[in-house]
Each structure stands twice: as C-alpha cells, then as structure tokens.
C-alpha cells in the first residue's frame, strides 16, 4: 500500500472520537469541496467531467451552503446543457425515449464528488486493514476504537477478507467485532432505557446515557 494513504489512515485511528472511517470520509469530502468550488472549477478537464456526471443532492447542498456559489452556477449552467441534451433523447439509431432513459439512469447515481471521494476513501480502507497485520502501533490504536459505523465496518471486513493474509483473518475479526459487539449492546441498553424514561415508573430515574441515544443509533447504524 502506498505510503501516501498510511499518513491519513494513522491521524483518523489516532482520535478516539467515533468512527474513523466517518472521519476520514469527512475529511475527504471536505477537502473536494474546497477544490471544486476554487480554481479547479476553471480547468477544461475538469469542467467536462463535471459537465457530465454533475453532482448528487447532498453535495449540491453541501456547496450551496459554501461562500463560493458564483462557481456553483457557472457549474450549473453549463452541466445544464448536458441534462437538456440528455433528457431530450437522439441518436442516429436510437429512439428518443430509450436514448432519454438509458441518460436518466445513468445520470440517477452520478456524482463527480462522490467518484473523487472513493478513488481515495475505498484504498484507505485497504490501507487500514493491511496496517492493521503489519504495523503493531497501529494495532494498538485499533483497539482503542469506539465503534465504527455499520457501513464502513462492513466495507472493512470485506476489505479484510481480500488483503489480511488467511492466518490472520480470524484475529483481525475478533478484535473488530469485539469493538463493535461491546458499542451495539452498549447502544442498545441506551435505547432501551431512553424508551423507559417514557413510562410514569422511570419518571424519577436518572437518563444516564440515554439522552441522545437516538441520534447516536441513527448516526453509528445509517451513516
């Protein structure tokens, strides 16, 4: 794995804050949108791709709220142009209505953030994994993990079954599943008394950790 991606991978593991994967995807994002919406907005290379994959909702969203919105339109107007040649259908050989279709479709899940965000994020996963059999500090701060997000814990076990060499697999998913099963029960006791403090009997009995247990279930279960 590229030396490139460890520096990243170790500062996320290195705040034991949350998921951090969701931090490193933050971070990733963050740093896109900033680009995007600079000078990198200009160049011709760029504005073609942008032309014609446009961006997802939550990123348009996301830039609407930035300074920069002059960039944001001038986007907009020309991936415009794209979207009316695409919905208007054509082609030589094609009718109108398939030709509109097969653009729609393809436009549905189209995003230039979200494709530059994976090129790095899905490597960084990799990374973390890898990191995890080869380098013991790192182990280290694995194991101090709160929790991760269930999305990311699932793309890391998948990553760990394709790059943790055989001997180790088993280790690598008891430590993580040790983190993960020990955050879920926790979770799910804070839940469970968040619905209790709703009956007349708990009405005297403390919140404890409950309070935003609800958003800590959304948060960690449908990042």
């Known amino acids: 794995m590229e030396k490139i991606y460890t520096i990243p991978v170790n500062d996320a593991f290195n705040v034991s804050d949350g998921c951090p994967f969701c931090r490193m995807y933050k971070t990733l994002e963050d740093n896109e949108l900033d680009i995007i919406l600079g000078a990198s907005m200009m160049e011709p290379d760029i504005r073609i791709e942008t032309n014609k994959k446009g961006f997802c909702r939550e990123h348009y969203e996301k830039m609407f709220t930035m300074k920069n919105r002059l960039s944001l339109a001038l986007m907009l107007e020309s991936h415009l142009d794209e979207v009316i040649k695409g919905v208007s259908g054509g082609g030589l050989f094609r009718d109108k209505l398939t030709s509109a279709n097969d653009y729609l479709s393809s436009h549905a899940d189209s995003c230039y953030v979200c494709d530059r965000i994976e090129n790095n994020f899905g490597k960084m996963i990799e990374c973390a994994v890898i990191l995890w059999e080869t380098d013991e500090e790192f182990r280290r701060k694995f194991e101090k993990t709160p929790y991760f997000c269930i ?73």
């Open 151 to 223: 999305h990311h814990y699932a793309r890391m076990l998948k990553a760990a079954s394709l790059f943790v060499s055989k001997k180790k697999r088993s280790d690598f998913y008891t430590a993580a599943s040790n983190i993960e099963n020990e955050y879920l029960k926790t979770l799910k006791e804070d839940v469970s008394w968040f619905c209790k403090k709703f009956d007349y009997r708990y009405d005297s009995e403390p919140w404890g950790n409950s309070k935003d247990a609800v958003e800590r279930a959304i948060k960690s279960i449908y990042h």
